[in-house]
Each structure stands twice: as C-alpha cells, then as structure tokens.
C-alpha cells in the first residue's frame, strides 16, 4: 500500500537524541492522526490533527511533540525519550475527520 | 466511556478450518464499527466496516462479520482459512468525538490468529 507513507521504517535512539518520525499520506484526506502501539496494550491515539490544526492532544507527554505544516504531511519529533516509549508508532488519515481511517505502515522505535 | 472487548488474544485453528474472531462493544449510541488485520511488521489493513444498512457486512480476502446491536457484538468470520491469514486481528469502534469534529476510534487489544497447516 502506498496511501499512507512513514519514514523511516525502524529507529534506535539514546535517550539523549532527537529524532523525528515522518508521515505523508497521498490520499488527498484532510485529518492525520498519530497512534502507540505497545506489546500487549490497546492501540492509543495520541494525537489528531484537522485542517493542520492539532484538535486533539491524548495526555501525550511533552518529550513528543507533533506537527502538521500542510494536509499532506504529519511529523512527530522526539527528544530525550525513556525506555517506556519503545513502541511501534503509526500514522492515519481520514477525509474531513471521517468515520474510516487509514493507516500507515508504522515506525518500530527502540529507545536505549 | 466506550470500551472493545476483544476476549480471544490468541485463536489457533488449522488450515480450511472455519474460524470466528469475537468482538464486544460498549455503547450506548449509534457507532462505526470496523475490522483491521495487521501482518507482521506492517500497519493495519481495513478489512470491513459497518456504517448502516444490512448487518451483515463482506470485506476483503473471504471475511464477513455480522453486526448485533442486541447483543452489542461484531464477530469476524471466514468459512475456510488459508496461511496467509495468520496475522492480528482488531476490531474498532468510532464515534464522533465533540471535542474535535474528527471521529475517534476505540481499539480491542487484538486476537492473533494463527492458521496451521
């Protein structure tokens, strides 16, 4: 599938580093959401995004922080991060904040 | 709060075997209701949804799934499992969320379905 895009595919990162999680979503949608996916434990949506204005913001820590510059385009930049964060995280996006979303092929980040 | 109750987490069944993966919702209101499947090292694929209309509801590769408001349930069906269906299966609930104008989806915690030869 090439609807949704993240790069890269897998990442290491000390705790120390700062790194950035990309996502583009060729789908012509309008609403990009960002989601955790740990071993045993629900997917949790982190953030979401509509028209490039972030609507909602999960309780996510400050050590993650989004951004939207366009429709087409989601980052998620990570700094000094804990062990815990570990996880694979995944992209989505929906037209006008709909009912289907799609998702990207997710990015596996280890945080040594 | 909404809540998907996923209570199989693992679900082996052998090759051309029929299989149902459970699915139970909480809600009170109206929802979407969907199906992802998601292979390994890779993101999750919509498999079917339920948005309205007939209740029961066909999606890709042979899997249907039946919508029951009365029992608030969303099984997952195939009547003949190949290999290639070993992968982890979610069901999801959406609703509008107030607060953005986007709709939210709600996660079960996933059953794995592992088909043997």
């Known amino acids: 599938e090439t609807g949704v895009t993240q790069t890269p595919r897998h990442l290491v990162m000390g705790m120390t580093n700062k790194k950035s999680l990309k996502c583009e979503q060729h789908l012509g949608h309008n609403a990009m959401y960002w989601y955790k996916q740990s071993a045993k434990k629900p997917l949790e949506l982190m953030f979401v995004y509509s028209l490039e204005e972030r609507v909602e913001n999960n309780s996510v820590p400050s050590r993650f922080s989004p951004e939207c510059p366009n429709s087409s385009h989601l980052f998620l930049h990570l700094h000094t991060l804990q062990p815990e964060d570990s996880a694979l995280y995944l992209c989505a996006s929906s037209q006008g904040g709909g009912e289907t979303q799609y998702f990207g092929p997710g990015t596996r980040l280890l945080v040594l | 709060a909404q809540s998907v109750t996923q209570l199989d987490s693992q679900v082996p069944v052998f090759e051309e075997a029929p299989v149902e993966l459970r699915c139970n919702y909480s809600s009170s209101v109206s929802v979407y209701l969907f199906w992802y499947v998601q292979y390994p090292n890779q993101g999750l694929q919509l498999l079917l949804k339920?948005?309205?209309?007939?209740?029961l509801v066909k999606g890709i590769n042979g899997f249907e799934a039946e919508f029951n408001k009365s029992q608030t349930s969303f099984h997952l069906r195939k009547p003949s499992v190949h290999i290639s269906d070993t992968a982890e299966y979610f069901c999801?609930?959406?609703?509008?969320?107030?607060?953005?104008?986007?709709?939210?989806?709600?996660f079960g915690t996933g059953t794995r379905l592992k088909v043997l030869a």
């Open positions: 339920y948005l309205s209309g007939s209740t």
């Open positions: 999801a609930v959406s609703d509008l969320s107030r607060a953005s104008g986007t709709y939210k989806y709600i």
